[in-house]
């Protein structure tokens, strides 16, 4: 079996976490409150019929149904099911969910867009034809009838009245006529009720009440009514406005449906969380589990089995599994005493009884796959023969192997290594079997390699996954017995190499890389975690599933604990890779950990990046406008060929650079490109480039003395440099002997010192200068395969020079030179060492920037930050970036630590420019592409330290698949059932 590293996983992460938050105006349409409840009043003279509620079952969830959009059901295809409309107010889009014939919804379409108002109201009924229609009620107070063609779809809307004053809120209601035509009335919130004729015309309008807070309609003995909830009282009002009956409610609720839920044709009164049932709306039937509601509902009822009677719909928000504001709409099946099969899922409560399953439940097991399709099958598929039990979690997956994918190796794995990650996760079933029982069913002919050349698993699913076998089995293309991959979080396709197969289908059961936190904590065991994908404690054999055993210890980067509670024993993984942390018993109950790299063991918070197991990332990436990210679409803001300098002159941040149009990545380079300036302006934004009126022939090196600003830039005839502040530079002056050379400069206490690169045969020189005055020519003795880079340590005042040298065949390796003295009497070397050590390997040839960071985290003697490219040959072929830093720990990598910066698709052709700015180092750097609009663009990031501030921790994996992911992750079906 061949395993590709880490690098090779990649994965697509659908949006389907909605925005967070109710949109204002909704928030009125629904329940603002606690639930507390009336006694229910149990009167003997009306008998419930023994009308309950199932277990509630989940019917559509996030985005669908995410506020602000708004839902109305209504059977639109005449099969006798409820189908599930969804208007998106300020987006005037209607959106339809079938019903799949009561077992599960179909796959959403869009039914109606560009409504010309924000919508605001929607009903249904028979307004035109003889099939149902579909009415819409605008902010303005239009209203528009899009006409039922009986198969779910309908016509484009037609304006057919419009209402005015519809105040802040209104309802729009169907009411039954007195033909077989229905009529329109509409509600609004300041209790004003306005009925439509048949041609839409007003009728009537009445005022029953003062205030409403919710509205349906219905008929109340024989009668079309309209039920009004006034925030204290639900008021039941004929078309004419006569108050039929008054029924107390729950203060502050709103929650406010009609419907026939006890099946003897009148229709009773969902209050809140009880039903009240006509015709005296005394008795009243409470929906068991109501009060664990404390966000605002929208209650419906309406037949979403088929049965002929209603049950209750209710969508809500939460559960809160990823930490967003997830919403959620479920279906209470309802059900008399008298039924046969009360949860109607196919197996009657006789079966139940016998198997052990819920008769109140229809999916007991809540795997995605009702009870009767477990026991009776579905569409043919036999699942109990394929090994389904309805009281145990099951997977159904189809494998689709490439043709070069040896089949029996593939089931091999699937069933000695894959499977055995999820049957045997801490999850107890109901039958008391463990974990999530795979069913891994391989698919042939498998697919033609060559054929399919060019397409990916998007593609592929769309061709080769069976319609009918949506929404009961996953699909995963398996292109090899290695790595990589690609799926949809949260959904039932994707592609997987069978040693990243468990990775690729724990993202379509729900998870992410990082549970709910935003960046993957060093805690977080998964093998979801790009750090612990292919080994755990730098074992293969030991990936697995985290249970969130470590999910209350909160890691902040900014302020990181430097001890854990826990023993060492359950800690002992952060000692080894990727992470490497250094630890030690703190006791037997703690342990510390050397976040930092320091080298010592505190009691205090740290400051210190700990997600570089995989790559870490410095910030967001933006042109400097700072609104536009980097590989956006369109030209970028500022191309260049050549590395920019970035320098902090009196308090502020300045960026120069050399600046080109648009060009071919592979077109002849210019033989110069002007320079530009721009200063920070903070918040991610820079000044307009302003042209400095140089043209450079190299990479520019910009440094600041503290009171004067220069810039030096290469030229044909040798290295010229302007000086003053940053908007008002004198005049150039050229230096001597310095053609084709390039440079480096770096403030040594107030004195500008200026390196001089020619090439890897002669010494580096440097001269000094001070305004026009250019210092005498000198050289360090030092030669290097690189232009140097330099900065000055301020602790143990030494010249830091930043200079490469090969080893082993490595022509550009890493190397720190300190040396002491001045530039009058000469400098002499203290020591030169490799970066990360003589083993390292570390290297690159651009012009690295050196930084000495003596901020508190660095420690009383300062540490040392390198930031550089690395190799690139020839010299434009793009490279990654890298960050290497001192550290207090001498036996790693000799006392040296070195991170990528991002990913493998960040590159750059140009080398990298970074200064320590209030607190964090600012990076500036071009993007590698092959479009002449992008190659070479500019972008800077803000966070070069990677030390974020943001919560992380670890996440327990199993209960999101167990509770959430595994059935939501078929929950639509793609074609009608029988
Ligand atoms: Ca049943
Ligand atoms: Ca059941
Ligand atoms: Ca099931
Ligand atoms: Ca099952
Ligand atoms: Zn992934």
């Known amino acids: 079996m061949t395993t590709t590293s880490a690098n090779m996983v990649s994965c697509i992460v659908r949006p389907h976490r909605k925005g967070a938050g109710c949109h204002p105006r909704h928030l009125a349409l629904i329940a603002l409150a606690l639930f507390m409840h009336l006694p229910v009043q149990a009167v003997a003279a009306e008998p419930t019929a023994g009308l309950g509620f199932c277990r509630p079952y989940t019917w559509l969830f996030g985005g669908w149904v995410a506020p602000p959009r708004m839902p109305h059901l209504a ?24 019903n799949g014939r009561g077992w599960k919804p179909m796959r959403g379409e869009r039914l109606i867009s560009d409504l010309p108002d924000r919508i605001v109201g929607m009903a249904t009924g028979r307004f035109a034809g003889n099939t149902t229609d579909l009415a819409m009620l605008g902010a303005g107070g239009q209203v528009w009838i899009a006409q039922g063609r009986g198969d779910g779809k309908v016509q484009a809307p037609r304006s057919v009245a419009t209402v005015s004053e519809i105040g802040q809120r209104a309802w729009l209601l169907r009411m039954a006529g007195g033909d077989d035509r229905d009529r329109l009335a509409v509600v609004a919130s300041d209790g004003h009720v306005t009925a439509l004729g048949p041609t839409g015309q007003p009728v009537a309008t009445f005022r029953a009440v003062k205030r409403v807070v919710g509205a349906a309609s219905g008929q109340v003995g024989g009668q079309a009514a309209i039920a009004l909830h006034t925030g204290s009282a639900v008021v039941l009002v004929g078309p004419a406005g006569s108050v039929m009956r008054r029924l107390p409610a729950s203060r502050g609720q709103s929650a406010l449906a009609m419907g026939d839920v006890n099946g003897d044709g009148e229709d009773d009164v969902l209050i809140n969380g009880e039903v009240a049932l006509a015709p005296a709306f005394r008795s009243r039937v409470r929906i068991a589990g109501w009060e664990r509601f404390r966000k605002p509902v929208i209650a419906m009822l309406a037949d979403v089995t088929g049965k002929g009677r209603c049950d209750v719909v209710v969508q809500h928000q939460g559960p809160d599994y990823y930490g967003s504001k997830e919403a959620d709409c479920a279906v209470y099946v309802s059900y008399l005493a008298s039924d046969a099969d009360k949860d109607r899922d196919g197996l009657n409560d006789a079966e139940e009884a016998s198997l052990g399953s819920d008769p109140l439940d229809r999916d007991t097991d809540y795997d995605g796959l009702p009870d009767g399709w477990e026991v009776h099958g579905f569409r043919g598929f036999d699942l109990k023969a394929m090994g389904a039990s309805p009281l145990r979690k099951d997977v159904f997956v189809l494998n689709l192997p490439y043709d070069t994918v040896p089949v029996d190796q593939m089931e091999k794995l699937m069933k000695d290594k894959v499977a055995p990650l999820f049957e045997d996760l801490p999850y107890r079933n109901r039958d008391g079997s463990q974990g999530f029982r795979i069913h891994a069913v391989t698919m042939l002919p498998a697919v033609d390699t060559k054929a399919a050349a060019g397409k990916g698993w998007p593609q592929l699913a769309a061709e080769t996954f069976p319609k009918d076998k949506i929404g009961v089995f996953h699909w995963m293309l398996v292109p090899g017995l290695g790595g990589g991959g690609q799926s949809g979080q949260l959904a039932d396709a994707g592609s997987g190499g069978m040693a990243s197969w468990a990775h690729e289908f724990g993202h ?23 750090s612990y994908s292919y080994q755990f404690d730098g074992d293969p054999a030991r990936i697995h599933f985290s249970r969130g055993e470590l999910a209350d210890i909160i890691l902040n980067e900014s302020r990181l604990p430097g001890k854990l509670p826990r023993p060492i024993e359950k800690l002992k993984f952060l000692a080894g890779p990727p992470y490497r942390f250094r630890i030690q018993a703190a006791g037997s109950h703690a342990t510390y950990v050397d976040w930092g790299w320091s080298g010592a063991f505190t009691d205090r918070r740290i400051r210190a990046n700990i997600t570089y197991g995989y790559s870490v990332n410095g910030g967001e990436r933006l042109q400097p406008s700072g609104t536009k990210p980097i590989g956006a679409p369109g030209p970028c803001e500022l191309m260049t060929d050549y590395q920019a300098s970035l320098v902090v002159h009196r308090g502020s941040l300045y960026m120069v650079t050399a600046d080109r149009d648009a060009l071919d990545p592979k077109a002849p380079r210019p033989e110069s490109a002007k320079l530009v300036i721009q200063r920070y302006l903070g918040k991610r934004a820079w000044t307009p480039k302003a042209d400095l009126g140089m043209h450079t022939t190299g990479d520019p090196a910009a440094v600041s003395d503290g009171r004067t600003f220069y810039v030096f830039y290469p030229t044909k005839v040798g290295v010229r440099y302007r000086y003053g502040s940053p908007d008002r530079l004198g005049d150039s002056v050229t230096i001597p002997d310095t053609a084709g050379c390039s440079i480096g400069a770096v403030n040594l206490r107030g004195t500008i010192l200026l390196l001089l690169y020619r090439s890897s045969a002669e010494n580096i020189r440097y001269c000094t200068v001070r305004g026009t005055r250019v210092g005498p020519m000198k050289d360090f003795g030092i030669k290097s395969t690189i232009t140097p880079g330099s900065a000055y340590d301020t602790r143990r005042k030494e010249l830091l020079l930043g200079t490469g040298s090969e080893l082993n065949r490595q022509p550009y390796r890493w190397q720190l030179r300190r040396l002491t003295g001045d530039p009058e009497r000469g400098f002499s070397e203290v020591s030169c060492v490799f970066l990360g050590g003589e083993k390292s390997g570390w290297a690159g040839n651009k012009r690295p920037n050196l930084i000495f960071d003596t901020s508190r985290d660095a420690g009383p003697d300062g540490r040392v930050i390198w930031i550089a490219a690395g190799v690139s040959a020839p010299s434009n072929t793009p490279t990654g970036l890298y960050i290497a830093r001192t550290i207090g720990v001498k036996d790693h990598n000799e006392g040296w630590m070195l991170w990528r910066y991002y990913d493998e698709w960040t590159n750059t052709r140009s080398g990298i420019a970074a ?40 996440f327990d994996d199993v209960t999101l698949m167990a509770d959430y992911g595994i059935a939501r992750s078929i929950q639509t079906l793609a074609v009608m059932p029988p």
């Open 75 to 98: 059977d639109m295809n005449a099969d006798g099911y409820v189908d599930f409309l969804y208007a998106t107010p300020e987006d005037r889009f209607v959106d339809i969910s079938l």
């Open 508 to 530: 379509q059961l729900g998870l992410s890389h990082t549970g709910k936190w935003p960046a993957w904590s060093p805690t977080y065991t998964s093998l979801m975690n790009y």
């Open 915 to 954: 200064a320590w700015y209030r607190g964090d180092i600012v990076l500036a750097t071009t993007w590698a592409s092959d479009h002449s609009t992008t190659d070479g663009g500019v972008y800077c990031a803000y966070n070069g330290t990677a030390i974020g501030n943001q919560d992380m921790a670890d």
